[in-house]
């Protein structure tokens, strides 16, 4: 039997260094902010996710009944013939050359090539509309039939224009077109107003029989239009996409700007989600070459997607519509 006091003591713990420790305080933060910083935007993570993927499929929640047409079809139906894009660059060139002595030539290391939308539409008999999208170096179509839009009864009001001149944004900008010259600041003409971006009077009236109408008066064009006070008639999947974009902080102050707050959350929540998602993984010894790989490959995949865009999205003159 062995006597106790004669047994050797079990070594104590070996301490951890100060450095060990706190490498491993911060990874517990990095894991702790990674996981509530989710549980706090996890619905707005799932809305623009949603909402996102339905841009690209309109289909999805809409009645919307779609048929494909073959280039030959078309072609059978209409005489259509598919559009050849390096012969009509040829045709615009020789346009170009012939007003001006620039004496232009095609590049031939850009092949020409069509972009946008080539879309008809009509509306249909029962309400709805029928659009037609062509490929035009194809040749094919698509035709679909969109259902009938939720409506609602227009206020006898709606179309109105109401003359407030003092209250219009062609009277905001009488009063400040010597704003900038007054702070310093050199311009090559007064302020004007945005073509396009107008502010809104919004406010409830109730009719004689009690009838809640919400009020929409155009600080721009004085014009006044409504709906019935109540729930809105847009389709679920179209209101996920109108929250998709509804961004900027409103002057204003209301329910949108907290919106737009948890939309910035929600943004800096997937940055740090990319960056503590590197940290644990590079924690995690055993993944490390696979994970390294994969990082290679989603990098590169980038890369080459955004970078093809980015130069489709700029090749002509861009020019910003808001402020």
Do not use: C
């Given at each position: 039997?062995?006597?106790?006091?004669?047994?050797?003591?079990?070594?104590?713990?070996?301490?951890?260094?100060p450095r060990r420790r706190g490498y491993g305080a911060v990874m517990k933060f990095v894991r702790r902010l990674h996981m509530?910083?989710?549980?706090?935007?996890?619905?707005?993570?799932?809305?623009?996710?949603?909402?996102?993927?339905?841009?690209?499929?309109?289909?999805?929640?809409?009645?919307?009944?779609?048929?494909?047409?073959?280039?030959?079809?078309?072609?059978?139906?209409?005489?259509?013939?598919?559009?050849?894009?390096?012969?009509?660059?040829?045709?615009?060139?020789?346009?170009?050359?012939?007003?001006?002595?620039?004496?232009?030539?095609?590049?031939?290391?850009?092949?020409?090539?069509?972009?946008?939308?080539?879309?008809?539409?009509?509306?249909?008999?029962?309400?709805?509309?029928?659009?037609?999208?062509?490929?035009?170096?194809?040749?094919?179509?698509?035709?679909?039939?969109?259902?009938?839009?939720?409506?609602?009864?227009?206020?006898?009001?709606?179309?109105?224009?109401?003359?407030?001149?003092?209250?219009?944004?062609?009277?905001?900008?009488?009063?400040?077109?010597?704003?900038?010259?007054?702070?310093?600041?050199?311009?090559?003409?007064?302020?004007?107003?945005?073509?396009?971006?107008?502010?809104?009077?919004?406010?409830?009236?109730?009719?004689?029989?009690?009838?809640?109408?919400?009020?929409?008066?155009?600080?721009?064009?004085?014009?006044?239009?409504?709906?019935?006070?109540?729930?809105?008639?847009?389709?679920?999947?179209?209101?996920?996409?109108?929250?998709?974009?509804?961004?900027?902080?409103?002057?204003?102050?209301?329910?949108?700007?907290?919106?737009?707050?948890?939309?910035?959350?929600?943004?800096?929540?997937?940055?740090?989600?990319?960056?503590?998602?590197?940290?644990?993984?590079?924690?995690?010894?055993?993944?490390?070459?696979?994970?390294?790989?994969?990082?290679?490959?989603?990098?590169?995949?980038?890369?080459?997607?955004?970078?093809?865009?980015?130069?489709?999205?700029?090749?002509?003159?861009?020019?910003?519509?808001?402020?």
């Amino acid at each position: 039997m062995t006597n106790p006091a004669s047994a050797k003591e079990a070594p104590p713990p070996r301490a951890e260094p100060p450095r060990r420790r706190g490498y491993g305080a911060v990874m517990k933060f990095v894991r702790r902010l990674h996981m509530y910083l989710g549980l706090l935007v996890f619905p707005w993570v799932l809305l623009f996710g949603l909402s996102g993927a339905l841009f690209n499929h309109p289909q999805i929640g809409r009645d919307i009944e779609e048929r494909d047409l073959s280039a030959a079809e078309l072609s059978t139906l209409t005489g259509m013939k598919p559009w050849d894009p390096n012969e009509i660059a040829q045709k615009v060139v020789g346009q170009i050359n012939a007003g001006s002595p620039g004496g232009y030539a095609l590049d031939p290391g850009a092949p020409s090539s069509f972009s946008g939308w080539p879309l008809l539409a009509t509306p249909s008999r029962a309400g709805g509309r029928h659009v037609l999208i062509l490929s035009l170096d194809g040749g094919g179509a698509t035709v679909s039939t969109h259902a009938p839009e939720p409506k609602s009864d227009p206020p006898p009001f709606a179309g109105a224009t109401i003359e407030l001149p003092e209250y219009k944004m062609a009277a905001v900008q009488e009063q400040v077109k010597e704003l900038l010259p007054k702070l310093g600041i050199d311009a090559e003409g007064p302020l004007r107003a945005h073509p396009k971006v107008h502010p809104e009077l919004r406010f409830r009236v109730r009719d004689q029989s009690g009838r809640a109408w919400n009020v929409v008066y155009d600080l721009g064009s004085g014009q006044i239009d409504g709906r019935p006070a109540g729930p809105g008639q847009l389709r679920f999947v179209e209101l996920l996409e109108k929250l998709h974009t509804t961004h900027h902080f409103p002057v204003h102050g209301d329910m949108a700007w907290f919106f737009a707050l948890f939309a910035d959350i929600t943004g800096i929540t997937l940055v740090v989600w990319a960056l503590s998602g590197l940290a644990m993984w590079w924690q995690m010894k055993p993944t490390r070459v696979l994970g390294a790989l994969a990082i290679m490959i989603a990098v590169a995949a980038a890369a080459f997607v955004m970078r093809g865009t980015a130069s489709e999205v700029q090749f002509g003159r861009v020019q910003g519509d808001g402020p």
